[in-house]
Nanobody
Framework: QVQLVESGGGLVQPGGSLRLSCAAS????????MGWYRQAPGKQRELVATITRGRTTNYADSVNGRFIISRDNAKNTVYLQMNSLKPDDTGVYYC?????????WGQGTQVTVSS
């Protein structure tokens, strides 16, 4: 009942910035928490940041102070502003949304940090 469409991934040099967007559609009124996860090659998928409808945020220690998650409820969109990017930030970034007992995922967008 919820579809997530991501955009904004790409190739960036270390120290650069990217802004990811995730637009939710469908039965969006039941969504509470949305977030971003990432998965690097050969590694487990990990939490990056989450945000509630009331804009309470939570960040992984590895990105805290560099990334900012935000939310525009009118546009049903969650954003991830990524600054001071490092090669270790490379991976596929997935948008996530919780609805009751269900969890929805976006298709993933590739972020590559390399010189």
């Amino acid at each position: 009942q919820v579809q997530l469409v991501e955009s904004g991934g790409g190739l960036v040099q270390p120290g650069g910035s990217l802004r990811l967007s995730c637009a939710a559609s469908g039965n969006i009124f039941s969504i509470n928490t949305m977030g971003w996860y990432r998965q690097a090659p050969g590694k487990q998928r990990e939490l990056v940041a989450t945000i509630t409808r009331g804009r309470t945020t939570n960040y992984a220690d590895s990105v805290n102070g560099r990334f900012i998650i935000s939310r525009d409820n009118a546009k049903n969109t969650v954003y991830l502003q990524m600054n001071s990017l490092k090669p270790d930030d490379t991976g596929v970034y997935y948008c996530n949304a919780d609805q009751f007992a269900s969890t929805y995922w976006g298709q993933g967008t590739q972020v590559t940090v390399s010189s």
